[in-house]
C-alpha cells in the first residue's frame, strides 16, 4: 500500500501576539508550539551557534515526548545538519549530538536533499549511543511513514514503544499510516481500533486519550481526498463525525481535555487542534469555541491541511464559525 502522509509541519512563526489568538493575516504556523526554549535555541542554531541545542537537550533529559520534539523542531532548521557535524568534531561520541544530526538528516532525506538509507544509517548509529532514548527511532519512523515499506512503520513504532509506551508523536505517525488501509465498515477500521486500544492503556492523565479523534480526523483526510467526505467543516455536521462511534470518541476526549489536560505537554497543541477540528465538523460549535480560545496563536498545520484547502484559511474560517454561533 503506497503511503501517502500529510505535509510536515516546517513553517516558522514570528513571535506569538499578545493576548492570545492569531492574527488573520499571518498564514504561518510554528512547530515549537510556543516552546519558549526550544525558540531561544533554535535561533541560536540558525545564528550557527550549536551551545544553546547542546544545552537545551542535556536539560531535557529524558522527558520523551518533549526530547522527540524538541529535537524535531531543532532538526528543521537549514543548517543543522551542519552544526551538528560540527558538534560532534567538539565532543565525538555525544549522544545527543549524534541524535540531532540524525534527524537533521530524516528531515532532509523527506526533503530530497538526502540519502534516505544515509539518514538511516544516522539513526541507528544514535540508537547505539543511547539505548534508551526512542527519539533515533522516531527518526526512523518518520522516513518509514513517508516512503515506506509499511513493514518498517510497524517495525520502527515497536521499538520506539518499547522505549516510551505512550509516545506521542510515534502514536500519531503509526495512526496516520493505518488509516490509509481500507476499511471494514463505516465505523469499523483498524486504526479507530488501534487509537481506542492505546488511550485504553495509557494512564488516566495521558494524552494519548485524544488518539481516537485523531485515528478520525486521519480518516476524514483519506476520504475527503477520495471524495467520499466533505473537505472543509461547514455550518452543517459532517457524517464522518456524527455516528455513534465518533460521537462516543469526541465525548471521552472532550471530557478527557476538561479535567486532565495538561499545560507543560510540548505537543498539546496538537492535540487541540485535532479536537477543535472534530467539533467543527461535527457541528458542535460551542465546544469548539472553547477549544478555540484555548489554543489561541497556537494553530497546527495537521489537521486543517487535510482538508484539501489552505490550511490557515480552513483553520480561520472554522475558528470564526464557532466563536460566532457557540
Known sequence: MPLTPPPPVTDRAPSDPPGGLAPEHSGT?????GDAELLAARAALAQGRWQSARSLLLHTGDEWDRRGHRVTVLAADPGAHSR??????AEPGSADAATLLALALVHRALGGEEDPEHARASCRTAAGLAPADPTPWL?????????????????AFK?????????????HL?????????????ESHEAYDTAERAAAEAPADSPLAVLPVVAYAERHRVLAAAGLAPAVPGPAPCAHWTGPRARRVLRAAFDWWLEWEHDE???????????????????????????????GPHAT????????????????QARAHALATG
Do not use: K, V
Request: charged share 20%; glycine share 8%; proline share 9%.
Open 174 to 186: 503509526l495512526i496516520a499510516g493505518l488509516a490509509e488501509r481500507p476499511p471494514g465498515g463505516p
Open 301 to 316: 498545520r495537521a489537521p486543517w491541511s487535510y482538508t484539501g484547502q489552505d490550511p490557515w484559511t480552513a483553520f480561520h
Open 159 to 171: 521499538e520506539l514503544r518499547a522505549r516510551h509506551p505512550e509516545h506521542h508523536h510515534g502514536h
Open 265 to 295: 505537554h510540548p505537543r498539546r497543541h496538537l492535540d487541540l487542534n485535532h479536537l477543535a477540528f472534530a467539533m467543527s465538523a461535527a457541528g458542535r460549535p460551542a465546544e469548539a469555541a472553547a477549544l478555540f480560545h484555548r489554543i
Open 29 to 33: 504556523f510554528d512547530a515549537a508550539l
Open 84 to 89: 551538528a557535524g560540527q558538534w560532534l568534531l
Open 139 to 155: 527518526g526512523l519512523l518518520l522516513l518509514a511513514r513517508a516512503l515506506g515499506p509499511e513493514a518498517e512503520l510497524t517495525a
